[in-house]
């Protein structure tokens, strides 16, 4: 599954986007479980929401290959 | 999206007069704008400039939503909703706000609920630019 990088997780990630073919992430909560383990500095912010299909999701909503998922670190608009 | 509400995220440098201009109506009595501008000086450290990016269809939509919620809870009229993307200078404008409403007491309080939600929750970015480095804004604790 494809995963939208911004801001501070796009240089995380060194790309603005993240083609991920890990089986056990069916979960936001097993992505965000992922992410820390492969990129151990998104447990270094103070915080990072997920967004699914361009709406904030739970950590226990389910994720699949047809979602557009996207990783927003703190927001810092205005 | 109806006509009551203009929302827009561009590169180019933004202008209050078309935000002032949306929301002019005969209905109301009360226009409040917010200006945010890009200043030099940050927890005394030397701003050099500001970079922002931004998640667009999702920035849009929560915008969107701001402005509907403000639109209820403060009888809003009309909101127009500009913020700037890409390289912003110093004295350069990050974003505008301006609502109409019936009356002044209302049009203060939903212009500073926009810009409060704004930015808890709006998906844009901004990369403060020092003179001796850089850093993403609220990214670390």
Known sequence: MKILCFGIAREIIGSASLELDADGVTSVASLKAHLEAEYPRFKTLSAYRIAVNQTFAESSEGISEADEIAIIPPVSGG | ?141
């Open chain 2, 1 to 141: 999206m109806d006509d009551t509400i203009d929302i827009q995220i561009l590169d180019i440098p933004l202008d209050l007069q078309t935000n002032y201009d949306f929301v002019v109506t005969e209905a109301c009595g009360g226009i409040n704008a917010f200006v945010g501008t890009v200043r030099r000086w940050n927890k005394n450290e030397e701003v050099t400039h500001l970079e922002f990016e931004c998640y667009m269809p999702m920035a849009i939509k929560e915008l969107q939503k701001i402005a509907i919620e403000a639109k209820e809870q403060f009888k809003a009229h009309k909101i127009s909703i500009h913020h700037r993307v890409g390289r912003v200078g110093l004295t350069e404008i990050a974003v505008i706000i301006t609502v109409a409403c019936k009356h002044r007491a209302a049009s203060f309080r939903a212009c500073e609920y926009i810009i409060d939600q704004l930015k808890k929750d709006v998906p844009i970015w901004k990369k403060e630019f020092l003179v001796d480095g850089s850093y993403w804004v609220n990214a670390r604790p």
